[in-house]
């Protein structure tokens, strides 16, 4: 059975700092691209980042650009996000996913095999 399990959302002040995870399972994690996407309160989704097979090529959105680091751990089937100097506008839910390798536009919420059902991440002071 297919899993993605987001963890380590919660309340930050603005300005602070916070990690989610995603632990992957049922599939061949390290065969797959990543992603973080989010979806504000009442707005549609947001592609946030994403990671090659092998963690050596990232993309991130021009809004968490230099905030945000993507990054896995395939010996642990494990997705992060590092979420620095986050801003009020950074409060959504955060999904994780996964793309098959085929594809060429890693930068896209389209084309996703698996997604998690989300971590909340709070800015507010």
């Known amino acids: 059975q297919v899993q993605l399990v987001e963890s380590g959302g919660g309340l930050v002040q603005p300005g602070g700092s916070l990690r989610v995870s995603c632990a992957a399972s049922g599939f061949t994690f390290s065969s797959y691209y990543m992603s973080w996407v989010r979806q504000a309160p009442g707005k549609g989704l947001e592609w946030v980042s994403a990671?090659?097979?092998?963690?050596?090529?990232?993309y991130y959105a021009d809004s968490v650009k230099g905030r945000f680091t993507i990054s896995r751990d395939n010996a642990k089937n494990t997705l992060y996000l590092q979420m620095n100097s986050l801003k009020p506008e950074d409060t959504a839910l955060y999904y994780c996913?996964?793309?098959?390798?085929?594809?060429?536009?890693?930068?896209?919420?389209?084309?996703?095999?698996?997604w998690g059902k989300g971590t909340l991440v709070t800015v507010s002071s």
């Open positions: 996913g996964a793309k098959p390798s085929y594809y060429t536009d890693l930068s896209s919420v389209g084309g996703m095999d698996y």
């Open positions: 990671i090659n097979t092998g963690g050596g090529s990232t």
